[in-house]
């Protein structure tokens, strides 16, 4: 049985969990969400709390047993609280600005790398140096946060580059001279 799969997934105060099927849709203050799950699933909301279990012990439902249950966690959480990723820039004349709603980076090419947003993701940046991606999916927040990071990700022998805040990236040493 899968350790994770067994746990209830708790519901906060605020929040609503419909089930229809295979279908689960959670609302709360941030938003709302919803997702369709495999037939080799099924749930029970039991007061405040939604139990996940197998329908058959398939290889396929022990694989996503606990997956699933991740996922309406993630779902719970991100209606609730929401998600964000922080990115930091580093780089010489790099720099990060927003117009409206998009993102708009110099990170030294010829020009401007442009973001737009998917629904329901915003951006927020401080000080031109320091990017804050928020949103109430963590998936999307995370795919988000990866492109940009990709637009310029940290190279190892200055550092420059878009990294996430607090990643480490290893440095090597450059040309040896005579």
Known sequence: MSRIGKQPVPIPKGVTLTIDGQSVTAKGPKGQLSRE????IAFKQEGEEVLVTRVNESRN?????????TLIAN??????????????????????????SKLVMALGYSHPIEFDPP???????????SVTVTGIDKEVVGNTAARIRAARPPEPYKGKGVRYLGEQV???AGKAGK
């Open 75 to 100: 779902m719970v959480e991100g209606v609730s609280k929401g998600y964000e990723k922080k990115l930091e820039i580093q780089g010489v004349g790099y720099r990060a600005s927003t117009q409206g």
């Open 170 to 172: 290893r440095r090597k």
């Open 119 to 129: 629904e329901g993701i915003t951006f927020a940046v401080e000080k031109n140096t």
């Open 61 to 69: 439902a022990r694989q996503r047993h606990g997956l699933v249950r």
């Open 37 to 40: 799950f495999p037939p080799e």
